[in-house]
């Protein structure tokens, strides 16, 4: 196989992991972009010793643990709004968690992509997994048709702290739910049983209002194209816990982030 059919086998899930750390499609896939430019430039920058993947991962991490300079205002290669640095909001820790947890690397695989080793990467999973279990407590609105599978995820949300408000198994009950309900994160299948989708329903509940939504889909690489406005966040089945874990964290790590530094209009 050659280098450029191991790059797109790998690429989808590549994607996902840089959106899962920036909180949106466009700044996770210019990170990836500058990877992939910094290979076309310089073929021997991936480090292939544990694999084509770990190396992709490897590549990224370094391409994006160096773009701390971004703070410089001359440097203006991948553009990202102030909250979405890297400075602010994705430490260390947070990206051995999603290696772990989100992308199902091994601890050894793990220190290889950060430069570390097995302990430095424990101790950050550990770290990140306190943070990430002081959260916010939030409601949360489950649209998933299939019963046992909602019944994982509403088991899976409770373990976690936060409530689960409903489960919508149909476009119609998801909107009727979170409307009434205004969950603080959604959970969302794409596909339904009845036909009708979770993402046109989601996208019709953020135009009245914010939440964050993570996306959960047997078919993850066809919301990986590049080609149309893709989740953020998103979860292949079938799942492991600990892999929703660390996305419903993340997507509530951006969303109270942004909050916190959306400027307060002056008292009347």
Excluded: C
């Amino acid at each position: 196989m050659s280098r450029s059919q191991l790059v797109a086998e790998h690429l989808p899930l590549l994607r996902r992991y840089a959106r899962a750390l920036t909180g949106s499609q466009a700044s996770g896939d210019a990170y990836v972009a500058a990877m992939l430019e910094a290979m076309l430039g310089d073929p021997s920058v991936l480090d292939e010793s544990r694999g084509p993947r770990a190396g992709l991962f490897r590549l990224f991490t370094q391409i994006w643990n160096s773009v701390s300079v971004n703070d410089d205002a001359e440097v203006t290669t991948l553009p990202m709004p102030p909250e979405r640095r890297l400075s602010n909001i994705t430490p260390l820790p947070r990206q051995a968690f999603l290696l772990l947890s989100l992308e199902g690397f091994s601890e050894e695989e793990v220190a290889f992509i950060l430069g570390t080793d097995v302990a430095e990467t424990r101790r950050l999973a550990d770290a990140a997994g306190r943070e990430m279990a002081a959260e916010i407590a939030t409601d949360v609105l489950i649209i998933e048709d299939e019963t046992f599978i909602a019944m994982d995820l509403e088991s899976l949300v409770k373990n976690l702290g936060h409530n689960v408000v409903g489960v919508a198994r149909t476009h119609a009950d998801a909107v009727a739910l979170a409307k009434n309900r205004r969950p603080g994160l959604i959970l969302a299948d794409i596909q339904l049983a009845d036909g009708s989708s979770g993402l046109d329903a989601v996208n019709e509940l953020l135009r009245t209002f914010e939440v964050p939504v993570v996306f959960i889909t047997a078919y993850p690489e066809r919301f990986l194209t590049g080609e149309r406005p893709e989740p953020a966040f998103l979860i292949s089945k079938p799942f492991q816990p600990a892999m929703v874990s660390a996305v419903a964290s993340q997507a509530l790590f951006f969303q109270r982030n942004s909050r916190n530094r959306t400027p307060k209009a002056p008292a009347a």
